[in-house]
């Protein structure tokens, strides 16, 4: 049975950092694109960032470069995405996603077929 657990979320202060982890299981990912999503209250799930499991491409949204870094260590099936500099805007629920995908990374949900549960992130001003 797949997993994708999420952790690290919290409460922080704008201009303060949080390192987000995902711990994966259940299948082997060495052909899968790993992401972050997340969705705001009222808002749709938005593509944050995500990294192919093979070459360590990346690809971001605009609204994090600069602020955001995924990373991803193979064996022990995690990705990380460190944010610095948080604002307000980046409060949401965070989720770690899974696509069969090899290199090419998809900034479309529907892409995705495992996801986490999910963890909240509280930027206050």
């Known amino acids: 049975q797949v997993q994708l657990v999420e952790s690290g979320g919290g409460l922080v202060q704008a201009g303060n950092s949080l390192r987000l982890s995902c711990a994966a299981s259940?299948?082997?990912?060495?052909?899968?694109?790993m992401a972050w999503f997340r969705q705001a209250p009222g808002k749709e799930r938005e593509f944050v960032a995500g990294?192919?499991?093979?070459?360590?491409?990346?690809y971001y949204t605009d609204s994090v470069k600069g602020r955001f870094t995924i990373s991803r260590d193979n064996a022990k099936n995690t990705v990380l995405l460190q944010m610095n500099s948080l604002k307000p805007e980046d409060t949401a629920v965070y989720y770690c996603?899974?696509?069969?995908?090899?290199?090419?990374?998809?900034?479309?949900?529907?892409?995705?077929?495992?996801w986490g549960q999910g963890t909240q992130v509280t930027v206050s001003s």
């Open positions: 996603a899974a696509a069969p995908s090899g290199s090419l990374i998809s900034s479309r949900s529907r892409d995705y077929n495992y």
């Open positions: 259940g299948r082997t990912f060495s052909n899968y694109v």
């Open positions: 990294i192919s499991w093979i070459g360590g491409n990346t």
